[in-house]
Nanobody, 130 residues
Framework: EVQLQASGGGLVQTGGSLRLSCAAS??????????IGWFRQAPGKEREGVSC????????YYSYSVKGRFTISSDNAKNTVYLQMNSLKPEDTAVYYC?????????????????????WGQGTLVTVSS
């Protein structure tokens, strides 16, 4: 059974940092063209794609709102993807979810659309105080 476990959320002041983790089980990053994405949803707002990474070739994507502040990385030996979030702002407050897709290369485009992700983890809450 494929599972994604997101963790690392918490309360931080404006300008602070957090590192989110997404640990995958039930499949191995090295066995597939896996993409892991991070999404967030704030109260009353639509889900927003934040960042994603291909664990096979290292391709990344960042939304405009986080580019230059967030860094996504993958540790294939640990089957885990990280999202380092620096210079956090109150508008970054949201529940953050990680999601995964196997075989993203078959899509023929990058990054995958949100509806292409097959597996979703539970959310982890990030709260940035002003």
């Amino acid at each position: 059974e494929v599972q994604l476990q997101a963790s690392g959320g918490g309360l931080v002041q404006t300008g602070g940092s957090l590192r989110l983790s997404c640990a995958a089980s039930g499949f191995t990053f090295d066995d597939y063209d896996v993409a892991i994405g991070w999404f967030r949803q704030a109260p009353g707002k639509e889900r927003e794609g934040v960042s994603c990474i291909s664990t096979s070739d290292g391709s990344t994507y960042y939304s405009y709102s986080v580019k230059g502040r967030f860094t996504i990385s993958s540790d294939n030996a640990k089957n885990t993807v990280y999202l380092q979030m620096n210079s956090l702002k109150p508008e970054d407050t949201a529940v953050y979810y990680c999601a995964g897709i196997k075989g993203w290369v078959e899509l023929g485009y990058w990054p995958p659309n949100v509806n292409e992700y097959d597996y979703w983890g539970q959310g982890t809450l990030v709260t940035v105080s002003s």
